[in-house]
């Protein structure tokens, strides 16, 4: 009786231990699964965020360049007054 106990008792915990091994498996590819994705994300944002695909997203979204103005107010002599 005493043997059969073991016996069963050896069984669950194989069945537990190969059970923790491929969970472990699975969990470690998501893991190398998600650091590509990561890798990419990264690029990706890195490309978008430079000056010249700024400058392309405004133009394409319709806004308009703002040209550097001489002085704020466009009568210089204003100060002069």
Do not use: C, W
């Not at 043997?3 to 059970?19: I, S």
């Not at 319709?62 to 107010?73: R, Y």
Request: aromatic share 8%.
């Amino acid at each position: 009786m005493v043997a059969a106990g073991l016996v069963l008792y050896y069984v669950f915990l194989a069945n537990r231990l190969v059970t923790i091994a491929y969970q472990e498996k699975q969990m470690n590819n998501q893991l190398a699964d998600l650091t590509v994705r990561h890798g990419d994300l990264a690029a990706q944002q890195a490309n978008t965020s430079t000056l010249s695909n700024l400058s392309a997203f405004a133009q394409n979204a319709g806004l308009v360049e703002q040209a550097v103005p001489d002085s704020i107010f466009s009568d210089t002599s204003l100060a002069q007054n």
